[in-house]
């Protein structure tokens, strides 16, 4: 069968994460992070899919092995081979290097990945928006999604979006959709930077119902609380009138496979013995205190007798607890 022009058929992974060094409690946050990638990828050919794009935050911080790179490559040129070069990738909050100069910038600018732009398919049109400046959801930021009422739209960011009355919560302060004008007409929203894989629904400004989407991040670079067990992949068919969205689970590394769990325990011995340790010095800076410079110990009572912080009512009371406790006297 001939494949007609527009037909486009688009894989979305969530916040991929790349590095090579490892994350807490993770047995090797590298070898780990490069798995994903290269799940990603082997499910681009096995689905067949003309087209990719990640959510953003391909990297935390810029690589520091020349292995990792070259396996990471590797990965890439198969993902641009697939897709021949339409390989794309969001600009997330951890692509905005404080160095000035990030690994999504050092590709980008070499034409090995792209940066967010607008695909229109026959049916579909997705349009894709960086990180930050919430000026982009606004019709006077410039930025409004694609609104040809004949298609079905999908919008692909990195912000922490939510629906007025959704129960997301706890993933510090949203964008509210309801008040983002520029979406419009969106029919699907698909996120990174939350990286729990969590779904929603609601309407977007106009009216008009929409699905919210966040595929989670695989690698579980942070993992506070519960770990989760499952992310997701998405597969957008632009040339499909109906059931345009699918959605493939993906069953994460068993916990035992990619935590190390006896770090965990010894990290939380750790916590729980320099707590102790905490209690025992507060102990011995007391006792230290109960000697005199002449090295006599002194007592408790002997302490409250020449304390003259507090009243002589007081004092007296308390001397006189400690007598009647058999605690009296200096010697
Ligand atoms: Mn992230």
């Not at 391909?58 to 520091?64: R, S, V």
């Not at 400046?133 to 979006?161: M, N, R, W």
């Amino acid at each position: 069968m001939e494949r007609r022009e527009f037909y486009l058929k688009v894989l979305i992974y969530g916040d991929i994460h790349l590095s090579t060094r490892n994350r807490a409690r993770h047995r090797s946050y590298p070898d780990e992070s490069l798995h994903y990638f290269e799940f990603i990828t082997d499910q681009a050919e096995a689905l067949g899919v003309d087209c990719i794009v990640g959510l953003g935050d391909l990297t935390y911080g810029n690589f520091g092995n020349l292995k990792y790179r070259e396996i990471f490559e590797e990965l890439l040129d198969r993902q641009l081979r697939q897709t021949k070069g339409r390989r794309y990738e969001l600009q997330g909050n951890h692509d905005i290097s404080a160095g000035g100069y990030s690994e999504y910038d050092f590709y980008t600018s070499r034409g090995k990945i792209k940066t967010a732009e607008r695909i229109v398919g026959e049916h579909v049109v997705i349009d894709m928006l960086n990180y930050g400046d919430p000026a982009k959801y606004t019709v006077e930021g410039g930025l409004t999604i694609d609104q040809d009422s004949a298609k079905k739209h999908i919008v692909l960011c990195h912000d922490f979006l939510q629906f007025r009355d959704s129960k997301l919560g706890g993933y510090g302060e949203p964008y509210i959709i309801e008040e983002l004008v520029g979406l419009k007409g969106a029919d699907w929203i698909i996120c990174g930077h939350i990286h729990d894989m969590l779904s929603d629904h609601g309407m977007v400004h106009g009216g008009n119902s929409c699905n919210l989407f966040y595929p989670g991040a695989m690698a579980r670079p942070v993992t506070k609380g519960e770990i989760m067990e499952k992310a997701a992949i998405i597969v957008i068919d632009t040339d499909a009138e109906q059931d345009y969205v699918s959605i493939y689970e993906v069953q994460l590394l068993p916990v035992e496979v990619s935590y190390d769990l006896q770090r965990v325990e010894k990290a939380k011995a750790e916590k729980a013995r320099k707590q102790e340790l905490v209690l025992v010095a507060g102990e011995l800076r007391d006792a230290i205190r109960n000697i005199t410079p002449d090295g006599g110990r002194r007592t408790a009572y002997d302490i409250i007798r020449d304390n003259r912080q507090v009243s002589i009512e007081v004092r007296d009371k308390a001397l006189e607890y400690l007598q009647s406790v058999g605690m009296g006297d200096s010697q």
